[in-house]
């Protein structure tokens, strides 16, 4: 079974700077890649980043690219968000997933989920 276990999250003003990390453990065979989404409240769970975990393919929605870096460590397990610039309306709960078979932009495309860590960006 694969455990994902996201930290980092918090309040920083307008401006500042995050660094999220999600750590996997009990890794699945053939992990494919890994991403983050965010959840404000009543809108919609949203893809923000992904990264092939062999390779270093990234991807990002437009709304974060240039503010946002997502990285992995391999030899760890674990991937990181690192958030710059950030904006009030990037208040979420921030998720990671795991994905087994794709890497992608959809939810369905991830087959484990973290528990979330908040993100507040007060003005």
Do not use: H
């Not at 990390?21 to 009990?26: E, L």
């Not at 923000?48 to 437009?62: C, F, P």
């Not at 921030?94 to 078979?101: D, F, I, K, Q, V």
Request: glycine share 14%; aromatic share 14%.
């Amino acid at each position: 079974q694969v455990q994902l276990v996201e930290s980092g999250g918090g309040l920083v003003q307008a401006g500042g700077s995050l660094r999220l990390s999600c750590a996997a453990s009990g890794r699945a065979f053939g992990t494919y890649g890994m991403g983050w989404f965010r959840q404000a409240p009543g809108k919609e769970r949203e893809f923000v980043a992904a990264i092939s975990w062999s390779g270093g393919n990234t991807y990002y929605a437009d709304f974060v690219k240039g503010r946002f870096t997502i990285s992995s460590d391999n030899a760890k397990n674990t991937v990181y968000l690192q958030m710059n610039s950030l904006k009030p309306e990037d208040t979420a709960v921030y998720y990671c997933a795991l994905g087994t078979r794709f890497l992608g932009r959809n939810a369905w495309e991830y087959d484990y989920w973290g528990q979330g860590t908040q993100v507040t960006v007060s003005s």
